[in-house]
């Protein structure tokens, strides 16, 4: 059973394309978090999100823009992509503030 | 602030040898120190956590010590194996969790 999934594993696209990335988690977690991890490999926190609330918010440009329909799911939605938002973005989740498990990533690629 | 250092950012070390990774904090309020391991091509997973009310743990062939008074965190690897080869992220949880820069660890046969 996976524990936290996300869709599509890969994206891509040319600049200036709006796409979506899904997450899903079973674990019953109350929070679910986006990271970015760039080429050089730095984890960073997009947003965080505590029983559907937006905790953390990140100087992350308003072209991305997440949306939890329940605690469940965090989506990820990004306007007009630019060749700098290429990375890896991975999904998480945790009880509370603790060990935080991630998904598999999407490893989007803006041409 | 709420950042941390982390060295060394790659590390080779011979099959059988022991690894050290340091990271360094700030931010006295954080009081969670978990390590992640992330495969190439693979997601970060968690491999070992401290608190701030212990000064080591050890699971098997790794361990992590605490010095909370001088803001420093390590990880020991013992007896590396090629297997343990990945990018290892130190972090702390503050508000949020902040992430390591990464220590590259090749473990050469």
């Known amino acids: 059973d996976t524990a936290v999934s996300q869709t599509p594993k890969y994206l891509v696209t040319q600049m200036g394309n709006d796409k979506s990335i899904k997450c899903e988690q079973n674990?019953?977690?109350?929070?679910m978090y986006w990271y970015k991890q760039d080429s050089k490999k730095f984890l960073k926190i997009m947003f965080s999100y505590n029983n559907k609330e937006l905790i953390i918010n990140e100087t992350v440009p308003n072209r991305f823009s997440p949306k939890s329909p329940d605690k469940a799911h965090l989506n990820l939605h990004i306007n007009s992509l630019e060749l700098g938002d290429s990375a890896v973005y991975f999904c998480?989740?945790?009880?509370?503030?603790?060990?935080?498990?991630f998904g598999p990533g999407t490893r989007l690629t803006v041409t | 602030g709420e950042n941390v250092e982390q060295h060394p950012s790659t590390l080779s070390v011979q099959e059988g040898d022991s690894a050290v990774i340091k990271c360094t904090y700030s931010d006295s309020a954080s009081n969670y120190f978990p390590w992640y391991k992330q495969e190439l091509g693979k997601r970060p997973q968690l491999i070992i956590d401290i608190r701030s009310n212990v000064g080591e743990k050890k699971d098997q062939r790794i361990a992590v010590t605490l010095n909370k008074t001088a803001k420093h965190f390590s990880l020991h690897i013992t007896e590396t194996q090629p297997e343990d080869s990945a990018v290892y992220f130190c972090?702390?949880?503050?508000?949020?969790?902040?992430f390591g820069t990464g220590t590259r660890l090749t473990i050469i046969p």
């Open positions: 674990l019953g977690h109350d929070t």
């Open positions: 998480a989740s945790s009880h509370s503030t603790y060990e935080q498990y």
């Open positions: 972090a702390r949880e503050g508000e949020k969790l902040t």
